[in-house]
Nanobody, 123 residues
Framework: QVTLVESGGGLVQAGGSLRLSCAYSGRTFSSYGMAWFRQAPGKEREFVAS????????NYEDSVNGRFTISRDNAKNAVYLQMNGLKPEDTAVYYC????????????????WGQGTQVTVSS
């Protein structure tokens, strides 16, 4: 069984930064590609960023590319999302997800999900 626990969300002013963390427990962490998704009120959950099992490859949604950075530490069983230059439209619940082997941008491909952490960006 895999468990994911996100942390690091909060309230920040536009232009500010936050670093989200996701702690993984269960089967071998390095077997899983990892991703961050987000869901704003009244909207569908959407892809934000993904990272390969070794951390050597990443994908970003266009609106966050250049502002957000996904990373992972396989020794600590953790994945991170550094968010800089935050905008009010980044306000959402952010979810960590794990996919065996792959690093898809599609929600349906992920096997495990965390409970989410709220990020609120004020203007």
């Amino acid at each position: 069984q895999v468990t994911l626990v996100e942390s690091g969300g909060g309230l920040v002013q536009a232009g500010g930064s936050l670093r989200l963390s996701c702690a993984y427990s269960g089967r071998t962490f390095s077997s899983y590609g990892m991703a961050w998704f987000r869901q704003a009120p009244g909207k569908e959950r959407e892809f934000v960023a993904s990272i390969s099992r070794t951390g050597g490859n990443t994908n970003y949604e266009d609106s966050v590319n250049g502002r957000f950075t996904i990373s992972r530490d396989n020794a600590k069983n953790a994945v991170y999302l550094q968010m800089n230059g935050l905008k009010p439209e980044d306000t959402a619940v952010y979810y960590c997800a794990a996919q065996l082997i792959g690093r898809s941008t599609q929600l349906r491909d992920y096997d495990y999900w965390g409970q989410g952490t709220q990020v609120t960006v004020s203007s």
